[in-house]
């Protein structure tokens, strides 16, 4: 089976010199342990979550994050990308076309409002539409936390 694979595969992509010398290649720094922030672990010493997982898991929750900033109060984009930076680590530039999807699906609208210094800025609310994603967002994370942390918890 080996054999046919690697005939099959030279054959499909000749300029790749068959599949032991380049398909099977690959760069050894994909195994290296990015680290970003620390997870303390009791009794030992603080670790790192690999960049990657730490990337999806903080991507998995941003909506929900900001729908629930916004549920407390109006909000411009720096205001918001300033808390989620604080809270989770989450780059400023990530919240404005976050922003721009919420507005398009219609769970957040924007209205301008006279600024102290310098020009107007672009607030965002909750829609009703909003409000009903967070909450039906909410009760999902709750149910979806509390399964990990009972499949987590019991890890040895």
Partial sequence: MGACLREASAACHPRFGGLDSTLLRF???YLVWHTTLPYPYPGKETKRVPEGIEIQLKKGVL???????????D???YEIASRL????GMGEGTIYPLMRRLQA???????????PAGPSRKYYRLTETGRASLTSQKAA????????????????
Avoid: K, P, R
């Fill in 85 to 88: 930076a604080a809270a989770i």
């Fill in 141 to 156: 994370w709750g149910s979806f936390s509390q399964a990990v942390e009972t499949i987590v918890g019991g890890a040895q």
């Fill in 105 to 115: 699906e219609g769970l957040v609208e924007t209205y301008l409002e006279e600024s």
């Fill in 63 to 73: 909506d929900l994050c900001v729908l629930a900033l916004l549920s407390q109060h």
């Fill in 27 to 29: 760069n050894a720094s």
């Fill in 75 to 77: 909000s411009y984009a």
